[in-house]
């Protein structure tokens, strides 16, 4: 008679499913899903088996220590770290002592040598509980994962050190923390094939932005060696975001790439009683993107099927064969800080304190958005966590599931090493803390007892401040916001808090600026990339040269840079307009970008000076301006993002207009062309997909621009008044001086009445007509007279978003009345 499912021992994973939890816990259950379910789909999975949560209990009766570990934990106290370790360690030590069933010991080296065939394989043996990643807990990691086992003994001595880490300090700590009955939960054991990734690439992949929730992100982590250091934060890895919806479509949507040090790797050592080592990386491959193009799509497209499959946002681990050039899926389970994150409150923090008051210690990069402050800790090894104090902040090397039981006490965490998806950023997203990894020597600059202010609240850069500063949040609730009329659209500068600001209600983006691409991205004088044989300054050059590490070619740098920086905004609001407004940088701030002196004339007044449109088609500046062109191409063409729309700052004159346009269709960016994209659609197939026509905007800032609007109209699809430009040209103030600032601002007649004609110009010509800038939201009665003028939209800064959609929706009331 066949033993029953649900007593057997070991498990092949092509027996097995979602539904198996109970039996071989979420780790392994999802192995067996989509070893079974999605191999079929193209998706990679090493074939392995499961020893039970029967087979573990069945241990544990078999060897009579249950009752003894109760005894153990009777007087267990996770608050006090040095009663956790001993008790932990108590508790472990009993069960690696006691010997298995050796009927249990037969299954296990049956399935080895099945898995095996005539040559013992290399296997990777991990724990799977069976309460592991529940929505609203993520038990993974809490146990131990043991790589390049090879021959059955050594498996059963792996399986054995699985089981006895159920008992971990951070797992008996983690379980206390959430309620969890120590014996309400089992484990199972995973036996998988090797993937030899010690020879090529692995990491992380999270189907759903890190630190934002936004779901259709895909966020990939990678670095050369096992996947352990990715994992566990050891090194910083290079970073790819993929964009979800045009993926779909069949566009090579890879809107960001950011390389990471990858200082070191995690390889096999060829020595039975300690089977990895750790190595250098050399210096060429530390330079270089540790994934090709196709590698990052394919990863995404198996991330996207195995989302669609589980239907929720998944965090999946895979690895690169080095030897065989394969890549895997070697694990997958429900990604939990963001399924269960409130979507309807929206958290903003920020300090108060002006910027000439922050005194900079370090930077790295930020995990989540909130802002903590506190004495720092300085804590270098495991043994000496008994040191640590209640809300301080954890500064350390690197964090893993040992540190659990300070990080969940501390006020805020910084690391030298990590990325967005190593243990110290998962731990602290899900405990809510705010966290900065990645900084390279903080361990060396921040000293214990300083006080010190963490903020993530500043876009993708985490910095540390000297100092307590004080902060505020700000808590929305997005429930019940009515829509106006009139649109509220948003001003948005750094492209990683687009993600977030995309929930904030919005009617899509009024106002990207590319100078704050250029500034936080790029850095570089486009000139001085184009020139860089001709630049006299050669600190620019060594710094240019550093900048752009991995680029055969400087020109493509800057393309690719701008490009992520516009389709990672593109992408957050898609498919709702993003009108990306040309660089617009005065000569002033254009030498201050490396290399910029030697391409830039002195202006007594910049702000009237060589400026917006008429760079674009001189001479001086042409070449450069083409640069934009090619970036803003492969948004909508390559990325898929036509929701692009093109804005012209500071156009003087008809006939610059024509020349801009012209300049534009040079570079192959013809207004009102639909283009026509051939895209991959399968092996040896592809679709055409034809793009949204491209449409072309003009600030309305110059009073030449209302008089001629008629004029303008012919040549551009809408219009965007600059209040604060129309307002110095046309009382004849200088903006950037403000010693005359008192005279007046928006809100003065002249100013308003040419605000009046240019909407009734723009809706005579059938043209959209928004405004970007501030005033609305500190000006409610400005932002009366522009709705009564019959303003399209108006584009606001995030912070002020609510409230003014608020008062105007209020105000549409009021007039319908």
């Given at each position: 008679m066949s033993t029953p499912r649900n007593r057997k021992f070991v498990l092949r994973f092509n027996e097995l499913g979602i539904k198996d939890v109970p039996l071989v816990g979420g780790k392994n259950a999802s192995l067996g899903e989509m070893f079974s379910g999605l191999s079929k789909k193209g998706i990679m999975v090493p074939d392995g088996f499961a020893v039970t949560a029967s087979a573990y209990r069945y241990f544990l009766k078999a060897a009579g220590i249950k009752k003894e570990i109760e005894r153990i934990l009777k007087d267990l106290d996770t608050s006090n770290i040095v009663n956790l370790k001993v008790h932990g360690q108590a508790v472990r030590n009993l069960i690696l002592s006691a010997q298995l069933p050796v009927d249990l010991e037969k299954e296990i080296i049956g399935a080895y040598r099945q898995l095996s065939g005539k040559k013992d394989i290399s296997v990777a043996v991990r724990s799977s509980a069976t309460a592991e990643d529940l929505p609203d807990a993520s038990f993974a990691g809490q146990q131990e994962t043991y790589l390049h086992i090879t021959g059955g003994q050594a498996v059963l001595a792996a399986v054995k050190r699985c089981i006895s880490s159920l008992f971990t300090d951070r797992a008996i700590s983690y379980r206390v923390d959430k309620n969890f009955d120590h014996f309400k939960l089992a484990l199972s054991v995973g036996v998988q094939k090797m993937v030899r990734s010690d020879k090529g690439v692995s990491g992380v992949m999270f189907t759903a932005d890190t630190e934002s929730g936004f779901k259709e992100t895909l966020v990939i982590n990678g670095s050369y060696g096992l996947g352990e250091y990715v994992v566990k934060g050891a090194v910083t890895p290079d970073e790819f975001r993929v964009f979800q919806t045009t993926l779909k479509m069949g566009f090579p949507a890879i809107i960001?790439?950011?390389?990471?040090?990858?200082?070191?790797?995690?390889?096999?050592?060829?020595?039975?009683?300690?089977?990895?080592?750790?190595?250098?990386?050399?210096?060429?491959?530390?330079?270089?993107?540790?994934?090709?193009?196709?590698?990052?799509?394919?990863?995404?497209?198996?991330?996207?099927?195995?989302?669609?499959?589980?239907?929720?946002?998944?965090?999946?681990?895979?690895?690169?064969?080095?030897?065989?050039?394969?890549?895997?899926?070697?694990?997958?389970?429900?990604?939990?800080?963001?399924?269960?994150?409130?979507?309807?409150?929206?958290?903003?923090?920020?300090?108060?304190?002006?910027?000439?008051?922050?005194?900079?210690?370090?930077?790295?990069?930020?995990?989540?958005?909130?802002?903590?402050?506190?004495?720092?800790?300085?804590?270098?090894?495991?043994?000496?966590?008994?040191?640590?104090?209640?809300?301080?902040?954890?500064?350390?090397?690197?964090?893993?599931?040992?540190?659990?039981?300070?990080?969940?006490?501390?006020?805020?965490?910084?690391?030298?090493?990590?990325?967005?998806?190593?243990?110290?950023?998962?731990?602290?997203?899900?405990?809510?803390?705010?966290?900065?990894?990645?900084?390279?020597?903080?361990?060396?600059?921040?000293?214990?007892?300083?006080?010190?202010?963490?903020?993530?609240?500043?876009?993708?850069?985490?910095?540390?401040?000297?100092?307590?500063?004080?902060?505020?949040?700000?808590?929305?609730?997005?429930?019940?916001?009515?829509?106006?009329?009139?649109?509220?659209?948003?001003?948005?500068?750094?492209?990683?808090?687009?993600?977030?600001?995309?929930?904030?209600?919005?009617?899509?983006?009024?106002?990207?600026?590319?100078?704050?691409?250029?500034?936080?991205?790029?850095?570089?004088?486009?000139?001085?990339?184009?020139?860089?044989?001709?630049?006299?300054?050669?600190?620019?050059?060594?710094?240019?040269?550093?900048?752009?590490?991995?680029?055969?070619?400087?020109?493509?740098?800057?393309?690719?840079?701008?490009?992520?920086?516009?389709?990672?905004?593109?992408?957050?609001?898609?498919?709702?307009?993003?009108?990306?407004?040309?660089?617009?940088?005065?000569?002033?701030?254009?030498?201050?970008?490396?290399?910029?002196?030697?391409?830039?004339?002195?202006?007594?007044?910049?702000?009237?000076?060589?400026?917006?449109?008429?760079?674009?088609?001189?001479?001086?500046?042409?070449?450069?301006?083409?640069?934009?062109?090619?970036?803003?191409?492969?948004?909508?063409?390559?990325?898929?993002?036509?929701?692009?729309?093109?804005?012209?700052p500071f156009c003087r004159t008809v006939e610059e207009a024509k020349l801009v346009l012209q300049t534009m269709a040079d570079n192959k960016l013809q207004r009102g062309e639909r283009v026509r994209v051939k895209i991959k659609k399968g092996v040896g197939k592809t679709k055409e997909y034809k793009l949204k026509a491209l449409q072309v905007y003009v600030m309305t800032e110059i009073p030449a621009n209302v008089i001629l609007i008629d004029e303008f109209a012919k040549y551009f699809d809408g219009f965007s008044i600059g209040s604060n430009d129309l307002t110095q040209l046309t009382l004849g103030l200088d903006r950037d001086a403000g010693t005359l600032s008192f005279i007046g601002n928006e809100k003065n007649e002249a100013v308003k009445r040419l605000i009046a004609a240019a909407i009734t110009g723009a809706k005579k010509n059938k043209r959209k007509i928004g405004i970007c800038g501030q005033g609305p939201s500190d000006l409610p009665d400005f932002a009366e007279f522009l709705v009564r003028e019959g303003v399209d939209s108006i584009s606001l800064n995030s912070d002020t978003v609510i409230k003014t959609t608020i008062a105007i929706g209020k105000l549409e009331k009021r007039m319908r009345k």
């Open positions: 960001s790439k950011k390389l990471g040090t990858k200082e070191i790797k995690l390889v096999y050592s060829g020595s039975a009683a300690k089977p990895t080592k750790q190595e250098k990386v050399s210096e060429s491959d530390r330079n270089k993107l540790c994934l090709s193009d196709g590698d990052i799509l394919q990863l995404a497209k198996w991330g996207v099927t195995i989302e669609e499959h589980y239907k929720k946002s998944m965090d999946v681990e895979w690895a690169k064969d080095g030897l065989t050039g394969e890549l895997y899926i070697v694990q997958a389970r429900p990604e939990t800080v963001h399924f269960t994150a409130k979507q309807n409150i929206l958290e903003e923090y920020y300090l108060k304190v002006k910027e000439s008051e922050k005194k900079l210690l370090i930077k790295g990069i930020s995990v989540g958005n909130k802002i903590g402050a506190g004495r720092a800790r300085v804590i270098l090894a495991a043994k000496n966590m008994k040191e640590f104090q209640t809300g301080e902040v954890l500064v350390t090397d690197v964090t893993d599931p040992d540190w659990e039981p300070i990080m969940k006490i501390a006020g805020a965490i910084i690391t030298n090493q990590g990325g967005r998806t190593c243990h110290a950023a998962i731990v602290s997203r899900e405990l809510g803390i705010p966290c900065v990894v990645g900084t390279g020597t903080a361990t060396q600059k921040i000293e214990t007892g300083a006080a010190v202010t963490v903020s993530c609240a500043e876009g993708q850069d985490g910095y540390v401040y000297e100092g307590v500063l004080p902060f505020a949040v700000k808590k929305i609730n997005l429930q019940n916001i009515p829509r106006p009329k009139t649109k509220i659209m948003m001003n948005v500068g750094i492209p990683e808090n687009a993600f977030a600001q995309s929930f904030i209600p919005n009617d899509g983006v009024g106002l990207a600026r590319e100078e704050f691409i250029i500034n936080s991205y790029i850095k570089i004088h486009p000139n001085a990339i184009l020139k860089f044989n001709q630049l006299k300054d050669e600190k620019a050059k060594r710094m240019i040269l550093k900048m752009t590490t991995g680029y055969k070619n400087k020109r493509q740098f800057f393309v690719d840079k701008l490009a992520e920086g516009i389709g990672q905004i593109a992408a957050a609001f898609y498919p709702k307009d993003v009108i990306v407004r040309l660089s617009d940088f005065k000569t002033n701030e254009y030498a201050e970008l490396i290399g910029g002196r030697q391409f830039e004339p002195t202006e007594a007044n910049p702000m009237i000076g060589w400026r917006g449109a008429s760079r674009y088609y001189s001479s001086g500046f042409k070449d450069a301006f083409g640069l934009e062109c090619e970036a803003i191409k492969k948004a909508r063409e390559k990325m898929g993002l036509d929701n692009v729309i093109v804005m012209v």
